[in-house]
Each structure stands twice: as C-alpha cells, then as structure tokens.
C-alpha cells in the first residue's frame, strides 16, 4: 500500500528566507507526486505535481520540488518565502494519473515578518 | 477560473440522524471523488466515481456511505446514520482530462453531537 510521510508537523521561517518541506513516499512503481497547500477556510490548491520526465517540478507562487527516486523523496523549495505562504502544504502521491490520493498529514507553516 | 463547489460549509446533525453533502464538481470533468479529514489526522480517501458508478472505495466508505450524481451536474455523499467519528471535513474533487488535476471543494465541516 502507497503512503506518504511528512516529517516536519509544523515548521516556522522568517520572510525571506529558504524554504524546504519534506515528503517521503513509499509506492513499488514511480509514483504520481503532488503538493497542495490549503490555507484557512480555503480548500486543497495544487501547488505542482511529478508524473516523469525532469526531476525538477516548477510549480505555481514560485515554489519547485524534486524527486528523488534514491531517497523516495519528492521535497518541496521555495528560495525566499512571503508572508502569503504561510498555509498548512500536503504532498500526495497517486498510483495513476486519476486515482485516489494518499496524503501526508501536512506541514504546517509559519512565516515570521 | 472554474472551481468546485460544496454546500453546506458547516453542518450539525444528531447521531443517527442521515445528511448529505453537496457538491459541484467543474462543469467538464469526469472524475469525482470525495476525502475526509478528521481534525488532527490525514486527509483520507473515501471514494471516487467515473461513469456513473463507484471506481474504488477505501475501507471507510462502508454500507452507511453512498455516492450519487443525480442530475449531471451534482455529486452527493450520503451518510445514513451518522456516528461521532463521522465528525470531519468533507472534501470534494473532480479531474478532467485535459489535465490530469484533482481540483478540491472548500470542504464541508460534519459535526455529529
């Protein structure tokens, strides 16, 4: 059975500084790779999503993630961090392109001014 | 931009009592699905529907759930006799394949007193 590890519940940055969130999976084949973030009140955005070719994903708000079939890890950067990201991010990862999702249980961020 | 929407965005009910959650997933997809997150927890998998009929359920998503899509453009969750553990947030997604995307609802908070 597929599932995904965030390790970090809750990690704190200033504005301006780097970002890395991270995201393990366990899954026999490549799997589909996402993170989302959800702010307050708000439902699940996609920020980007891995299905093959470049490791490399750029995604929406300028954050980027890699995979790393090595270290089963698909982390989540942003070089320099606004107060607007501060949200709680998943990563998710799916068997096929359309099927269910399983979900870390989240990252919670927050930026300090 | 299109977007899913849920309704209601919070709802009581007594245990044992049925409620159904709606939602309109975007106008021109064909996939649906429906997660739960109990406070605390992951985001779950509860089902997902394409073609009118039931594609995969986890093991939560047991006799007491149903999944309808009455009129082409609404797609319920039913849960005939609500427990205390039913008590979560609801989410809605749909996927069009264009882009292999699940878009999510804002969510439905279910408390069961």
């Known amino acids: 059975a597929q599932s995904v590890t965030q390790p970090d519940i809750h990690i704190t940055v200033s504005e301006g500084a780097s970002l890395e969130l991270r995201c393990n999976y366990s899954y026999g084949a490549t799997p589909y790779l996402f993170w989302y973030v959800q702010s307050p009140g708000q439902g699940l955005q996609l920020l980007l999503k891995?299905?093959?070719?470049?490791?490399l994903v750029q995604g929406i708000k300028g954050f980027e993630a890699e995979f790393k079939r090595s270290q089963s890890s698909f982390n989540l950067r942003k070089p320099s961090v606004h107060w607007s990201d501060a949200a709680e991010y998943f990563c998710?990862?799916?068997?096929?392109?359309?099927?269910?999702?399983?979900f870390g249980q989240g990252t919670i961020l927050t930026v300090h001014p | 931009e299109p977007e899913v929407t849920q309704t209601p965005s919070h709802q009581v009910t007594q245990m044992g009592q049925e409620v159904i959650l709606r939602c309109v997933p975007i106008?021109?997809?064909?996939?649906f699905y429906w997660y739960r997150q109990i406070l605390g927890q992951k985001v779950e998998f509860l089902v997902s529907f394409y073609n009118n009929e039931i594609s995969e359920k986890s093991e939560i998503f047991d006799d007491q759930f149903s999944v309808e899509r009455p009129d082409g453009s609404n797609f319920t969750l039913k849960i005939r006799s609500t427990k205390l553990e039913d008590s979560a947030m609801y989410f809605c997604a749909s996927l069009g394949t264009q882009i292999y995307e699940q878009y999510f609802g804002p969510g439905t908070r279910l408390t069961v007193t």
């Open positions: 106008s021109n997809h064909l996939y």
């Open positions: 998710a990862s799916g068997g096929t392109s359309y099927g269910k999702l399983t």
């Open positions: 891995y299905f093959s070719g470049d490791t």
